[in-house]
């Protein structure tokens, strides 16, 4: 059974950082592309980042670019989304997910949010 387990979510003033951490077990290889999503309350679920485990492929959305960088542990299979120069607007539950096929539109499988809170 796949899993993914989203970790490091909290509360940090404005210009902190914070690191989230996702955590796959139950994946017969390690080919897969794990992404990054997040919901502010009363709006859509947006994807922030996605990392391709084949090749280390990294995208970021453009309101996140240049803040947001992503890491990995492959021992761990874990996965981290670093988060610096936070600002109010990140505010949202974190979600991490992930897709066996790159191309693929919707991911197969979703972990549990995490919620970030972004003081001014």
């Known amino acids: 059974e796949v899993q993914l387990q989203a970790s490091g979510g909290g509360l940090v003033q404005a210009g902190g950082s914070l690191r989230l951490a996702c955590t796959a077990s139950g994946f017969a290889s390690a080919d897969y592309t794990i992404g990054w999503f997040r919901q502010a309350p009363g709006k859509a679920r947006l994807g922030v980042a996605c990392?391709?485990?084949?090749?280390?492929?990294?995208y970021f959305d453009s309101s996140v670019r240049g803040r947001f960088s992503i890491s990995s542990d492959s021992a761990q299979n874990t996965a981290y989304l670093q988060m610096n120069n936070l600002k109010p607007e990140d505010t949202a539950v974190y979600y991490c997910?992930?897709?066996?096929?790159?191309?693929?539109?919707?991911?197969?499988?979703w972990g549990q949010g995490t919620k970030v809170t972004v003081s001014s």
């Open positions: 990392f391709q485990r084949s090749d280390r492929t990294t």
């Open positions: 997910a992930a897709k066996l096929l790159f191309t693929a539109h919707t991911y197969d499988y």
